[in-house]
Structure formats: structure tokens, C-alpha cells
């Protein structure tokens, strides 16, 4: 089983909720620390931990939207830096190249489980002769399950912030180290 370090400088987590039930807000992470251990030739028994830095949100394109959902409201980032994701089973399809990914998400303190729909988008060496595979993952989530309740009815109906949330990783990461066979 080989050990794989998620590059931070080439992984992102997106998230997205819908605004006022007409339109769709996104916004992202970009610092992503955590580990894969992946054996292409047995997905099956593969493993994820990945630690969002909450503090590392980018622009939603607005700055007063982006310092609420810092804020005690929602991410409440001062006392709760990060979001974690641990899997608990690993689910291939047939060619390996794609799987669902049970895990423990928590955010504000609160774990629930998720499945991430996730894909081997490749893997390859490097010009500086690392060796690189690329991870994209998806699951949607209700934000209310993880203590993330702040919102306003709309006077024609609905809510200005929607239940929903997606999120989506895409991360590079980098063989560290290759268990050898037994």
C-alpha cells in the first residue's frame, strides 16, 4: 500500500449552496493538508484523512458574505480552524478508477457520515521526478445536520440560504513512501 501526501499547493475544497432558491453562491478552500494510501492494483483497501483549514477560505465575491461565513454563524472559524474527513470503507467500481468513499466529515465539531463520489483522475511523474496522482471527490450535504442553521425567510417564500451544500475536492498528491509486498 503506498503512501500519498495531498499537495497543498495543488488541492482545492469548493463548496456551493444555492441563494435566495434563484441562484448559486461558491467558495472555496485552498489549504488542504491530509493522506491517501492507495494500491491502484487493490482500491478497495484505500484510505483518505484530509484537514480543511477553515482560516484559508477564498472569495465568494463579497467580502461581508465571506467575513459572515467565517463567523460564529456558520464556520465560526476562530473556534473551529478546521473540517476533517476520515474514511471508514472504500467502495471501487470494477476498473478502479472510480469509488465511493465512506468517511466521518466534521465540521464545527459536529461528525456525521458522507459519501464522497470520487475518481482517479490520473497518475504520473513530474519534471522534478516526484511521482503525482490527481483525486477528484463530491457529496452533498445538509448543513443543518452540522450545526450550520443561521438564515432568513424570504417574504415571497423560501430561505435566503438553502439546506444543500455541495462540496468538491480536487487534490494532486505525492507518493511518499511504497509498503513493500508481503
Do not use: C
Not at 503506498?2 to 499547493?9: E, L, M, P
Not at 441562484?23 to 484537514?51: C, H, L, M, Y
Not at 483522475?121 to 483525486?135: S, W
Amino acid at each position: 500500500m503506498a503512501k500519498w501526501n495531498i499537495d497543498t499547493t495543488h488541492a482545492q475544497a469548493s463548496f456551493a449552496a444555492r441563494h435566495m432558491m434563484i441562484t448559486t453562491v461558491r467558495g472555496s478552500f485552498n489549504k488542504i493538508t491530509g493522506t491517501i494510501e492507495f494500491d491502484p492494483a487493490n482500491p478497495a483497501a484505500a484510505s483518505v484523512e484530509a484537514v480543511i483549514d477553515t482560516t484559508s477560505m477564498t472569495s465568494t465575491g463579497v467580502e461581508q458574505r465571506d467575513q459572515h461565513l467565517q463567523s460564529p454563524d456558520f464556520l465560526d472559524v476562530a473556534n473551529f480552524p478546521t473540517i476533517t474527513f476520515k474514511s471508514t470503507k472504500i467502495e471501487p467500481n470494477a476498473a478502479g478508477t472510480e469509488a465511493k468513499i465512506h468517511g466521518d466529515l466534521t465540521i464545527k465539531g459536529v461528525t456525521r457520515p458522507v459519501v464522497l463520489e470520487a475518481e482517479l483522475l490520473g497518475q504520473g511523474k513530474t519534471p522534478f521526478g516526484t511521482t503525482v496522482a490527481g483525486f477528484n471527490g463530491k457529496t452533498k450535504i445538509n448543513r443543518e445536520d452540522f450545526g450550520l442553521t443561521w438564515n432568513m425567510a424570504l417574504e415571497t417564500g423560501g430561505w435566503l440560504v438553502a439546506k444543500d451544500i455541495t462540496i468538491e475536492l480536487d487534490v494532486e498528491a505525492v507518493l511518499a513512501t511504497e509498503a513493500a509486498p508481503a
